[in-house]
């Protein structure tokens, strides 16, 4: 499998996994919580992103959104969504059951 350009464009690793550490080709449903007009479960699929999960979600809700809390298996790490929606930070690869909270931006923010 070849690696993904933001693995190989010699760009300092971001602090979250890009990649499941395994692939499968099914598995249970991505669940997306928090800041999104559509709190859901998106079906896995291999490939799927955090971006295309966002959408699936309806993007941001009203009070926009900041960051995202990943869970998956029993490691949970931090993403920076505002970031990746806007292109300044590598997209990632979920796995199935991963859990996604996204935290709403705080009315300062805005």
Known sequence: MAACSACTA??????YPLHPFSRPAAG????????????CTVPYAPGL???AALKFAGGPSELGMRDAR???GGLTFDVPVQAIVAGDAP????????QILVESARISDQ
């Open 70 to 72: 990943i869970t998956r």
């Open 49 to 51: 992103t955090l971006r």
């Open 91 to 98: 997209d990632l690869e979920l796995a199935p059951g991963d």
């Open 10 to 15: 010699g760009a300092p690793k971001p602090a």
């Open 28 to 39: 249970g449903p991505v669940a997306i919580l928090g800041a999104v007009e559509r709190p």
